[in-house]
């Protein structure tokens, strides 16, 4: 069960997007220096298939991408929620989720997401914006991750 603390639009998350970001609680993770914390409490609202899609609806027209941040106590109902979202929009909507996981969990469907984030977070070597940090996102383009982290990168 995935269950959220909140919603912004971001236009850094996901390259050339404009994304619904949706914070999900209940983070297994306990990155030390997490900038949001907060998220590993069991709090919020469930998000389920007929959440999100309200959510996404209330912002129609104005979204380019639904990321989900977090999600890495249940990576089933990630992808079930996914599944959800390229069954109603298809190709249209593009999706993306951020997870402190090393790796995709086995029997994972990267073709469900255009954007992937891992890698826990690990102060020391910085967030994405840095070159010496540990976490990756990549672009999904035929079922294959392709790593952009470099473009997060100040030049």
């Known amino acids: 069960m995935l269950k959220y603390a909140g ?9 050339d997007e ?3 970001a949706i914070n ?3 983070c297994p993770n306990n990155c030390p220096g997490c ?3 907060y998220l590993k409490e069991d709090a919020g609202p469930i998000l389920d298939e007929v959440a999100l899609l309200s959510l996404i609806a209330d912002y129609r027209g104005e979204i380019t991408c639904v990321g989900l941040m977090g999600g890495d106590g ?3 109902s990630v992808m079930r929620l996914f599944d959800c979202v390229r069954l109603t929009y298809g190709d249209t909507l593009r999706t993306g989720w951020y997870s402190g996981r ?5 029997g994972f469907k990267p073709e469900l997401f255009d954007y992937v984030k891992l890698g826990p977070y690990i102060e020391s070597m910085g967030p994405l914006s ?3 940090t540990n976490q990756k996102l990549y672009r999904v383009e035929d079922g ?12």
């Open 102 to 106: 090393e790796e995709l969990p086995k």
């Open 24 to 26: 999900l609680t209940r």
């Open 74 to 76: 249940d990576p089933a």
């Open 144 to 155: 294959k991750l392709c790593d952009i982290t470099q473009r997060f990168w100040k030049k």
């Open 130 to 132: 840095s070159p010496t």
């Open 35 to 37: 900038h949001s914390s």
């Open 7 to 15: 919603t912004d639009i971001v236009f850094q998350e996901f390259p």
């Open 18 to 20: 404009v994304t619904l």
